[in-house]
């Protein structure tokens, strides 16, 4: 089964994000900060990870910069999520290695898309 990790500091949102997921087969994993993201992916090997852009403790950037620097999760596939669609966030993403990066508010249909085609590759 592919596992997905859901990183978001809101308890509404990862359970939505994650509740889509688990719908459409995949299991997921759902950390409420970046802090423990680069932990509980070294102990879970998730197949695709989704970051929050904005979180409390640790923005999703500082956690993606994070995973793109450990060789044993480097190649795992970044999506950010974000609220709000910042084209300078989109190029900050990019440049960090993000696979994609969508609104939250993305059809949930696109977002359960875009994990199957990153978790095929």
């Known amino acids: 089964m592919v596992k997905v990790l859901v990183a978001d500091d809101d308890a509404d949102q990862r359970f939505l994000i994650s509740r889509v997921l688990q719908r ?3 299991e997921t994993i759902p950390v409420e900060n970046g802090a ?3 932990s509980i992916a070294r102990a879970q090997r ?3 990870i989704l970051l929050d852009v904005q979180m409390e403790d640790q ?3 500082v956690t993606c910069r994070q995973l793109k620097g ?6 795992t596939p ?3 999520l974000s609220g709000r669609l910042d084209p300078d966030d989109q190029r900050t993403g990019q440049e960090l290695g993000a696979a994609d990066f969508l609104r939250k508010s993305a059809d949930t249909r696109e977002l359960v898309s875009r994990v199957k085609m990153l978790s095929a590759s």
């Open 24 to 26: 459409a087969g995949f």
């Open 46 to 48: 998730p197949d695709v």
């Open 78 to 80: 970044v999506v950010f």
């Open 59 to 61: 923005d999703g950037f």
């Open 70 to 75: 450990d060789p044993s999760l480097a190649a």
């Open 36 to 38: 423990d993201v680069v």
